[in-house]
């Protein structure tokens, strides 16, 4: 049995009857006589023991309570000390065979909890718990006793992710409970709305445009970020967070991220905010023309590629193009990706800027030597080269001369009889000739070659040699029906028209002709002009 047991005024050492007056003896017997079963009081913890804590609440006999009813401690013991002072509930005056009466600790905490839950419902002000669970339909909340947190009231916006709120402490408001059913729903979301009603007329004070604040990220989509200024948003939108290239807000933010921003517009009646990141910074165009002058060598990355060419940011806010003719001396780009990708560091210089239009030309090839000024050294006029055909066009054929650098031989270069329609006709593309240097353009970046300046013209000697009424035998070369064309020496050639070919008229030539028979004709007419001479075989 604990010492004292039903009367503790003796084993208290020196308040005993003899010291203690009449009038606290009398105020002490009304005070126990006021504790009935089923009140709260406040009692002083007296010991501490491993089943049980003893707790005098001001009765005559003091009183015990279930050890289990207290967190434990290290040492096994429950987590008080003597001298606490607890608030404890009357189960029954009557001392059991300990002679202790039985309190519990429990029960008064779930009764004071009722009557604060009832407080914050009257008053409608807020009560602290926290998320212990996910259940149907919601969550339950510890607030001393289990409370539900419908879903519909825990955020401001639907959250699809309740389980990361398990743990977490907040204040709620109480929408409704019943003690006898033991039922309580709280809402989160009330308790926001107030909150950010309260900092809406605060920022509302504030909000006018030209105004500097600072807001916090709350939501992020394509277009731009959505920025809580204390109780309203504003919307950030892409083209105003950066002076540079941004593929997508969130790049640059990410939701609960601080921010300071400027607000562009505010329109007071349906309380839309437009806001701008880059206007609290200093557009970096300003000084552009001084810091990228023309000529100047600059470095920069690619951020991205098109069918013209490829652009180039040097600074945030500042790109260049580098278009596909500014590439390469040498290679024929048929696009930028074919030597670039984006995120490429590539050194360029500045072509042309204009301020105004907020444009940089840029050229990479202008970092390097340019081969067309040293193939005019390499290749004087005059020079004999040889080369591949690389390819063949209606106009000529181009002959490759170095790595990148192709000469042109036109049609009217290839032969001195100027007969040829196509290029096709003497030669195909891989085989290898020669030809000489007739022209090196640098600025047009073309190199004029000459197959027919390999000879000298047969033109200048032919008068020497052939006139009207000289006989010849020629080669036939080409035949159609009425005409033919016929090799009379190298490099010249005569046409015999058909009705020249017999005494009996005009013939169908590609009846009696074929290409590589040798005729006896005669020169009847030479037009040195055209270079045309014409023979007849019915003369000869």
């Known amino acids: 049995m604990w010492p004292g047991a039903g009367q503790k005024e003796l084993m208290s050492g020196t308040n005993t009857h003899e010291e203690m007056s009449f009038g606290d003896l009398l105020e002490q017997s009304f005070k126990q006589d006021e504790i009935r079963d089923g009140d709260i009081v406040d009692g002083r913890i007296v010991a501490v023991q491993r089943d049980q804590v003893i707790v005098d609440f001001g009765f005559k006999s003091e009183g015990a309570i279930s050890a289990s009813e207290f967190p434990r401690g290290e040492d096994g013991k429950p987590a008080v000390k003597e001298g606490d002072t607890i608030s404890v509930f009357v189960e029954s005056k009557r001392e059991n065979q300990d002679g202790l009466c039985v309190l519990s600790k429990e029960k008064a905490d779930r009764m004071r909890i009722w009557d604060d839950i009832a407080k914050a419902y009257d008053t409608d002000s807020t009560i602290e718990g926290t998320v212990v669970s996910r259940v149907k339909g919601g969550l339950q909340v510890d ?13 401001l916006r639907p959250i699809r992710n309740l389980d990361k709120l398990l743990g977490e402490k907040f204040r709620f408001k109480v929408i409704k409970f019943n003690k006898r059913r033991n039922n309580i729903v709280l809402s989160r979301r009330l308790v926001l709305e107030q909150e950010r009603e309260e900092k809406k007329s605060e920022t509302l004070k504030k909000l006018q445009e030209g105004a ?12 731009g970020a959505f920025i809580d200024l204390g109780g309203i948003d504003g919307l950030l939108h892409i083209t105003d967070m950066s002076w540079g290239r941004l593929n997508h807000p969130s790049d640059m933010f990410k939701v609960g991220d601080e921010v300071r921003v400027k607000v562009l517009k505010f329109d007071a009646a349906t309380e839309r905010v437009s806001l701008g990141l880059k206007q609290i910074q200093d557009d970096p165009w300003i000084e552009a023309d001084k810091k990228y002058p023309v000529g100047a060598r600059v470095s920069g990355r690619v951020v991205s590629l098109t069918d013209y060419g490829a652009f180039v940011e040097l600074e945030p806010g500042i790109e260049g193009l580098v278009h596909i003719t500014e590439m390469s001396w040498t290679k024929r780009v048929k696009h930028p990706s074919k030597l670039y990708a984006i995120g490429d560091e590539v050194t360029a210089m500045v072509l042309e800027i204009d301020i105004s239009q907020k444009r940089i030309s840029l050229g990479i090839k202008q970092t390097e030597p340019n ?16 080369g591949p055909i690389r390819n063949l066009a209606d106009f000529g054929i181009f002959v490759g001369v170095e790595e ?34 007739l022209d090196i353009n640098v600025d047009q970046e073309r190199f004029s070659l000459g197959i027919k300046q390999l000879t000298d013209d047969p033109w200048r000697a032919m008068p020497d040699r052939l006139e009207p009424g000289s006989h010849v035998q020629g080669r036939i070369l080409k035949v159609d029906r009425s005409e033919a064309w016929v090799e009379l020496e190298p490099g010249i050639e005569g046409l015999l028209p058909a009705d020249e070919y017999s005494n009996q008229g005009p013939v169908d030539l590609t009846q009696v002709l074929t290409p590589g028979d040798v005729e006896l004709m005669v020169v009847i007419n030479i037009n040195p002009d055209q270079r045309i001479i014409t023979v007849s075989r019915k003369r000869a």
């Open 212 to 223: 500097i604040l600072d807001g916090q990220v709350k939501n992020i989509t394509e277009y």
């Open 143 to 155: 607030i001393g006793v289990k409370a539900f947190l419908p879903g519909s009231q825990v955020d």
């Open 371 to 386: 081969p067309w000024q040293l193939l005019a050294k390499k290749y004087p006029l005059g020079t004999v080269i040889q």
């Open 404 to 437: 990148g650098i192709d000469g042109l031989v036109h049609i009217s270069d290839i032969s001195w009889s100027g007969r040829l329609k196509h290029p096709g006709e003497l030669y195909s593309e891989g085989i290898d000739v020669e030809a000489v240097v």
